[in-house]
């Protein structure tokens, strides 16, 4: 786990990852609505743009690497998509949370976007990089804690698998600048693909994705990974998905019931925010009256 970085030696490295179009709203939650008016972290925040597809977000970690060469180390570095919208203040609301959890790497709950409910968090297969035990649903991640863990969904002996849409890693421990015998840097954000026969001998092509990669290589190098749903976020698309609330056509990953056996993850309880800032908690017995 991390060690809190005094708030005077803190620097941030962000990225703004521009595929396809750019969201104006996206463009100023980045620009303009990343630290709060009060934040401690002014003027400690480093910003740019890269033009890049999911598997180039090493582009990131080579600045960071590069910069501490250079006398200039930066203590944290984020990325966040340019088709999502958070908060204003999410900078300060994730660093706020790595902190209190001593956690080294903390994403925001972000759901994909279709009507399912399902989100990019998943829970991992004990040893298959392209296959999940099960990816959480928004009616699942409001019966967790707001920041969670593999323990609180329930999984001690799985890994917690994150989304790089937003997300601040902490980049002073060790394990951040590890490298290979080789002398190329262990720690890499790359996915990777597969093509394979299935169980019932049909060839089928595989996908794992960089931001689980990431979440993966980070827990094996010794880092504690968490999610959060406290920064409030929209995934823009033909709707803008978002983590606000639980909602979703089902309650668990249909496509992989199979795997997971429907089991249950989290609390009974589904926790909702109210207006006025407070939450309500309703068990499963209410919601089945």
Known sequence: MGKKVPIAETRI????????????????????????????????LWQDQIATSFSSHNILLTAALNSAEEGQPFTHIGIMHNDVVPENGWVDILMEEMDRTECDLISVVTPIKDLEGKSSTAIDSHDDP??????????????????????????????????????IM??????????????????N????????????????????????????????????????????IKHIGDLPYTNEQPWGT??????????????????????????????????MNEEAA
């Open 189 to 232: 954000i790359t996915s990777e693909d597969k093509i394979r026969r299935r169980e019932d001998g049909k060839w089928m092509a595989y996908h794992s994705p960089s931001d689980w990669h990431l979440s993966r290589t980070v827990i094996q190098l010794g880092g504690k990974v968490m999610a959060t749903r406290k920064v409030k």
């Open 13 to 44: 490295l962000l990225s703004h990852c521009v595929y396809g179009q750019t969201h104006p709203h996206s463009s100023r939650a980045f620009w303009q609505g990343a630290l709060r008016a009060d934040s401690p972290y002014h003027g400690k």
């Open 130 to 167: 392209f296959l999940v035990h099960r990816r959480l649903m928004m009616n699942e991640v409001f019966r967790l804690p707001e920041t969670f863990d593999n323990v609180d969904c329930g999984y001690p002996d799985r890994n917690l698998l994150i989304n790089t849409s937003c997300f």
């Open 170 to 187: 902490r980049f002073t421990e060790p394990w951040a600048t590890a490298t290979n015998e080789d002398g190329s840097l262990k720690l």
């Open 250 to 283: 089902y309650d668990t990953d249909k496509a992989l019931e199979h795997v997971h056996k429907n089991q249950w993850i989290g609390s009974r309880d589904t926790v909702l925010p109210t207006e006025n800032g407070s939450t309500v908690t309703i068990s």
